[in-house]
């Protein structure tokens, strides 16, 4: 991962008034989600799909890049200028950003599917077909573990 770090992927960008796509994000995937005069989500709860838990407090949710923002600097994102990898890390167009619970985000971490897949199996179709989604969207280039990965996953599909 020569050169990569976080910070080349200027990430919870301002979205509209006081609002980050982080809090963008809480609010569109929570339920009863209250948010403060600064946009901070104050209550609600949230489902986490990954592990199939509800989550009562906006401090135990993670908003996961569903491409890590590694793994894309390992798919191609290396070779993106800085606006393009701050458009990635803020993408709320395509199925790159969704709220989880922050255990399941970071035993998720950097990896791809043919290292990490969500606990709940049952969510399997739906993260393959966003991973794919993503992937496509930006260029990036796909593994042939990951491939063989989403191929079992997308098999869970109706």
Partial sequence: ???????????????????????????????????????????????????NRTLGSAAQVDIDHMVPLANAWRSGADTWDTATRKAFANDLDHSQLIA????????????????????????????????ISVKYAYALNITPPEKDMLGTMLETCD
């Fill in 100 to 131: 989880v619970s922050a255990a399941s985000n970071r035993s998720k971490g950097d990896q791809s599917p043919d290292q990490w897949a969500p606990p709940n199996r049952n969510f399997w179709c739906t993260y393959s077909r966003a991973w």
């Fill in 1 to 51: 991962m020569s050169g990569y770090s976080r910070a080349k992927f200027p990430h919870w960008a301002k979205q509209y008034g006081e609002c980050d796509t982080r809090e963008v994000v809480l609010s569109r995937d929570g339920e009863g989600v209250t948010q403060d005069s600064a946009c901070k989500a104050i209550a609600g709860t949230w489902f986490s799909p990954y592990d």
